[in-house]
Nanobody, 122 residues
């Protein structure tokens, strides 16, 4: 599967951004999708995931209540709505596709997008 992420940019603390990821090459509605992020000098970490149907979602504790993951299987896209952004949310954000229909924070994605940079200024 090929993944193309977009929507990153510069935003002030407290603002919002919406990331999108377009998928191609595999039956999109058959697998879970997720978002990860990598801050400068740090490891890549889990942000959120959504099951194949969109009925089950998981979030990292650090983003619960502020970020929302969703998907549109008709358009082969997954979205991450980020509200109340904080400077510590600054990172390169990656979308990812799993082999399973449901994936928790401990799941290992099979495919990765190229990443999109989110910078939150204080």
């Amino acid at each position: 599967v090929q993944l193309q992420a977009s929507g990153g940019g510069l935003v002030q603390a407290g603002g919002s951004l919406r990331l999108s990821c377009a998928a191609s090459g595999r039956a999109f509605s058959s697998y879970a999708m997720g978002w990860f992020r990598q801050a400068p000098g740090k490891e890549r970490t889990f942000v959120a995931s959504i099951s194949w149907s969109g009925g089950t979602t998981y979030y990292a504790d650090s983003v619960k209540g502020r970020f929302t993951i969703s998907r549109d299987n008709a358009k082969n896209t997954v979205t991450l709505q980020m509200n109340s952004l904080k400077p510590e949310d600054t990172a390169v954000y990656y979308c990812a596709a799993y082999d399973a229909r449901i994936a928790t924070s401990k799941g290992s994605p099979r495919s990765w997008g190229q990443g999109t940079l989110v910078t939150v200024s204080s």
